[in-house]
């Protein structure tokens, strides 16, 4: 029996974009306020509407010469394309809209929310995106420079948790250094008992050069990148006392008790005992975690 349903001519202008003839579908398309596209399969540019060449800055010839993935910034680029291929084979695999980044003629970053429709039978794809509102914007940059801020800081803190964990070490060999040094004053007599002043002086200058250039480092590290703990720990707590406010620092850096003896030079007992002061002095529980407490401080 012969079918009466009409033969489709793709070459012609009854070309059928998802129900529409070619001429309709111009129409609507080019008339729409929304911003609007027609990508080739290469990412050309097949069509583009007035209000995509205003959200992007460039005109019709400009564009006609483009591919679309000129637009879009680099951290997306490989991701569109991958999508590009794979949406011809299964269009209904992937998500029909989501958020894209793209610089416009200016070279300015832009944010807009992308809508994705198939042209299956040429196998071509309707882009229509809305650019988002500049406080959009820059609440999203503000959140980029943020994470980025958050990630140095993140940096910064382990490389100063490996500078204490070295400093440690020639904190290890200075006590052993100053204890060669006492047997030696021990064992001065007669004419060398002379030796002895300096023979101390030289221990208290190395004791001292471990305490002063770690705490130096130190401070200069948390005022730089955590002004907000000092300031948040002595506003709930105003009566903690230096040794306490560098005690709850090396915790804050999540170092152990084993290397917070080595650090400032003390017995692991006195550490621990110190501790418990600090805990107390804070008015925290049994249950409550130290440490957990002292890295909250960070985000208050």
Known sequence: MKSNKPKLDISTE?????????????GMFYNNSTAAAVINQ????????????????????????MKWTQLVTEDIRESLLEK????????????????????????????????????????KRLLGFLVTTNQKRILREIEEKSAMLQKEVTLKDIEITN????????????????LKLKKIGDQLSG????????INEIIRDVEFYHKSSFWE?????????????????????PTITPAEMKLATLLSLQLNT???????????????????????????????????YLLSLFNQ
């Open 191 to 198: 004419d060398n008992i002379s030796l002895l002043p300096d």
């Open 217 to 237: 480092t130190l401070d200069e590290h948390f005022i730089r990148t955590h002004p907000e703990f000092t300031k948040n720990l002595l506003a709930k707590h």
């Open 84 to 123: 590009n291929e794979k949406r011809v084979e299964d269009p209904k695999s992937f998500t029909d809209d989501y958020e894209i980044t793209f610089y416009n003629k200016k070279g300015e970053k832009q944010y807009a929310q992308m809508a994705v429709s198939f042209l299956p039978l040429l196998k």
């Open 258 to 292: 084993k290397d917070i003896a080595n650090v400032m030079i003390q017995g692991y007992d006195s550490i621990r005992v110190s501790r418990t002061r600090l805990r107390k002095k804070l008015g925290l529980s049994n249950g409550d975690n130290l440490q957990a």
């Open 14 to 26: 009854q070309t059928i974009y998802n129900g529409l003839s070619e001429p309709r579908f111009d």
């Open 163 to 178: 500078y204490l964990l070295k400093l440690t070490n020639n904190n290890k060999l200075g006590d052993q250094i100053c």
């Open 42 to 65: 290469d990412t050309t540019f097949d069509k583009v509407n007035e209000a995509f060449c205003k959200a992007v800055g460039y005109t019709r010839e400009e564009l006609m010469s």
